[in-house]
């Protein structure tokens, strides 16, 4: 999760941080990246164009407050507005 918060999405273009309101029913954040290429592990050529991804972070808890702050608490960056 380190390298997804402090390498990979200060990587999009004109990021602004990410929604607190991507919690599903069962309190699980989920987050939808448009393009691979953020990741530097990822070869611009092994990519498509429109390539993208899901990441879905599960907690055991169901309680979405308690899991915001449980991402708040390792520096997530959510979006302040």
């Known amino acids: 999760m380190f ?3 402090n390498i990979s999405l ?3 273009p004109n990021f602004q941080g ?4 991507k919690f ?4 699980n ?8 290429n953020i990741f ?3 070869s611009y050529d ?3 164009k429109n390539q993208g991804c899901q990441v879905t972070i599960v907690f055991t808890s169901d ?3 308690e899991n915001a702050e449980v991402l708040s608490l390792l520096n997530f960056p959510f979006r302040l507005f």
Request: glycine residues 6%; aromatic residues 6%.
């Open 18 to 21: 990410v929604h607190r309101q």
């Open 40 to 42: 530097p592990e990822v």
């Open 24 to 27: 599903d029913r069962s309190g």
């Open 46 to 48: 092994l990519t498509f």
């Open 3 to 5: 390298e997804l918060i």
């Open 63 to 65: 309680s979405q407050e």
């Open 29 to 36: 954040y989920n987050l939808g990246l448009d393009s691979l």
């Open 10 to 12: 200060p990587r999009i």
